[in-house]
């Protein structure tokens, strides 16, 4: 077997395992969903807590939940049991993850989360664990095979409660009504800071950078707006200034190479007709998708009433660092 095909082996376990969790999620999953949200409209936060491939995972949704306008907590186990125990307040929740459920250190630890009140979500492969027995609400990750040819390495076991966590999580996010926009107060740094708090007026060409034409006006005048705005296409706009299409240095390359003598001919022969828009107080975020999906360099920036007032190019958004 070439290493391809055992990689592909290790891959085709883990997906099998993950459609195993697929078929099995039930009613508990609904009821960890209405905890977590009962926990955060008490103004509570969530604690998680795991050891070794468990608590690595923690890690991860408790970064999942940060990012996500969630408060957690990632507590150290041996930590809590010493004094951290002190950034536990009563309303809170405790997520515990233990693939075996025997864990002894979170067994130690789980007397105390009681006596402070919390409901305990357990993520868990073992459903009849001391774990699982003393927890509010189980969420079984069991696997019957692990991705390790040994059958002993955590592989396929930490992919699936890894899985369930990020299923968590989101399903956590859109049972709030969590937002772009909220989502971007929490992620000021960094390019998707900045595209998802920009808007796109704020990135458009317009004034002189913005190269506006009519119908009727010739190819090789509009060859020269485009050279005085420094643009690679020219909007262009009706008798009521609305939006009639767009010609591009494309459209133009196109055309010349069917005919050679267009600089006197009128670029409505040539202009793409009901070109792709945005409306300038979209997130400039929308116009990474934008450009993304339909495949062009330039997009026409237009008011409510669909009068051009700006475009944008794909390299403003390099520039601005966007993409």
């Known amino acids: 077997m070439s290493y ?12 099998e395992q993950l459609q195993r969790l697929h078929a099995r999620l039930d009613g508990a999953f609904s009821q960890a969903v209405d905890l977590l949200l009962e926990c ?8 998680v807590c795991g050891v070794g491939k468990s608590g690595s995972i923690g890690h991860k949704l408790g970064a999942t939940l940060n990012s996500t306008g969630a408060t957690t907590v990632v507590l150290n186990v041996g930590d809590a049991l010493h004094g951290d125990l002190g950034v536990i307040d009563p309303g809170d929740l405790a997520v515990l993850l233990s693939y075996s459920g025997e864990t002894a250190e979170l067994l130690d630890l789980l007397p105390h989360l009681k006596r402070f009140g919390l409901p305990v979500i357990a993520i868990t492969g073992a459903a009849d664990s001391t774990l699982a027995r003393n927890a509010d ?20 076991s930490t992919t699936t409660m890894l899985v369930l966590c990020d299923a968590l999580a989101m399903v956590l996010l859109e049972a709030r009504g969590f937002q772009a926009e909220d989502f971007a107060r929490l992620h000021p740094g960094g390019s998707l800071g900045r595209a998802l708090l920009t808007r796109v007026k704020d990135v458009m060409r317009s004034g002189g950078q913005l190269a506006l034409i009519t119908p009727e006006t010739t190819v090789k005048d509009a060859l020269e707006a485009m050279t005085r705005a420094r643009s690679g296409a020219a909007v262009v706009v009706d008798a009521e200034g609305m939006l009639a299409g767009v010609f591009t240095h494309g459209d133009f390359v196109r055309a010349f190479q069917r005919d050679n003598a267009i600089s006197s001919k009128p670029v409505r022969e040539f202009m793409t ?3 792709v828009s945005i409306q300038a107080d979209k997130l400039a975020a929308e ?3 934008t450009l993304e999906k339909c495949r062009i360099d330039d997009l026409v ?11 944008v190019d794909t390299q403003d958004l390099t520039r601005l660092r966007l993409v």
């Open 4 to 15: 391809s095909d055992q990689a592909r082996r290790v891959i085709q376990l883990e997906i």
């Open 301 to 311: 920036v237009v008011d409510d009433t669909g009068r051009p007032v700006g475009m």
């Open 137 to 156: 609400v189980v969420l079984d990750v069991h696997v019957t095979q692990e991705a390790c040819p040994l059958n002993l390495a955590p592989t396929a």
């Open 273 to 275: 007709v009901r070109p």
């Open 40 to 47: 955060l409209r008490r103004r509570g936060k969530f604690i």
């Open 287 to 289: 116009v990474l998708a």
